[in-house]
């Protein structure tokens, strides 16, 4: 287990990262038409500005640029950086501004800590494992963010941020990838609940208003991959949520030889599920 001042460090660099590759991502996102050139574009920036911020750690990288890489080159890896840095394509093509950038710290394959910031609403998340989960708002972009981990402290609010539930289950459900495979999922909650709203939510923004306690149940039964929901799901963990492979008790697993998610569901805090 790494000390905890190395940990302090790690994350205050993840936060700096997320908020420089923020500011690209923002940057093209507000001045250049969206269409694939562009994403592609967007991507490759945002990945470079993650890389260079994080190579003081002189920990790896897997992301989906090295998604090629071979199971035996990383299979062993004590630490490593699972990085998603543009969450919520389809979100930046339809510019409904819901995507994110994700970075977790993986430790022997379990993320100890994370930063998922969504540079349009200007809202960082992070969390440490066993530490809670956190968000600060009015971080704006920037190229040069001056954010020390103190400062990120004092102005950080403790998740959730609700202390209660709802008197109805919010069901939260893919903007850009709901399909019919979904749908049983939903009915299951409704024959249980009754009374249940469901919104649509681009990229994994949605475990961030799960972990705020804005929604309580998220299935998702298209694919995903390992850094789409890495840093994420400890957020949500720490908030007091939960994520499940669908339909059993067993939890997503990481750093696998295929880096492909099964399908899975996502449980907010308040959320009663037995």
């Known amino acids: 287990m790494i000390e905890e001042?190395?940990?302090?460090?790690?994350?205050?660099?993840?936060?700096?990262?997320?908020?420089?590759?923020g500011f690209h991502i923002m940057n093209i996102y507000t001045q250049e038409k969206p269409n694939e050139q562009t994403l592609e574009k967007t991507n490759a920036i945002a990945q470079k500005t993650i890389k260079e911020a994080l190579g003081f750690s002189r920990i790896p990288i897997l992301s989906e640029e090295g998604r090629e890489m071979l199971y035996d080159e990383r299979r062993n890896w004590e630490l490593f950086w699972l990085v998603d840095p543009l969450d919520g394509s389809m979100e930046f093509l339809k510019q409904n501004n819901e995507f994110t950038v994700n970075i977790a710290l993986m430790e022997e394959n379990v993320c100890i800590c994370s930063v998922v910031y969504v540079p349009f609403l200007n809202k960082i998340y992070f969390a440490r494992h066993g530490k809670g989960a956190f968000l600060v708002e009015n971080v704006k972009p920037e190229i040069e963010p001056a954010l020390s981990f103190d400062t990120l402290i004092q102005s950080a609010v403790r998740l959730p941020k609700q202390i209660s539930g709802h008197d109805y289950i919010t069901v939260a459900v893919s903007?850009?990838?709901?399909?019919?495979?979904?749908?049983?999922?939903?009915?299951?909650?409704?024959?249980?609940?009754?009374?249940?709203?469901?919104?649509?939510?681009?990229s994994s923004y949605k475990f961030c208003m799960l972990a705020e306690g804005k929604i309580d149940y998220y299935p998702?039964?298209?694919?995903?991959?390992?850094?789409?929901?890495?840093?994420?799901?400890?957020?949500?963990?720490?908030?007091?949520?939960?994520?499940?492979?669908?339909?059993?008790?067993?939890?997503?697993?990481y750093n696998k030889e295929d880096l492909r998610?099964?399908?899975?569901?996502?449980?907010?805090?308040?959320?009663?599920?037995?």
């Open 220 to 253: 998702r039964t298209s694919f995903t991959f390992e850094w789409d929901t890495a840093a994420t799901e400890l957020i949500l963990k720490e908030a007091g949520g939960d994520t499940r492979i669908a339909g059993t008790t067993k939890h997503l697993t």
């Open 261 to 274: 998610n099964p399908w899975f569901e996502c449980f907010g805090p308040y959320f009663e599920n037995d």
């Open 5 to 21: 001042s190395i940990e302090t460090t790690l994350l205050s660099g993840a936060v700096k990262a997320a908020v420089k590759a």
């Open 175 to 202: 903007r850009s990838h709901f399909n019919d495979d979904t749908k049983p999922f939903i009915e299951s909650i409704k024959e249980k609940y009754h009374n249940i709203r469901v919104i649509e939510q681009g």
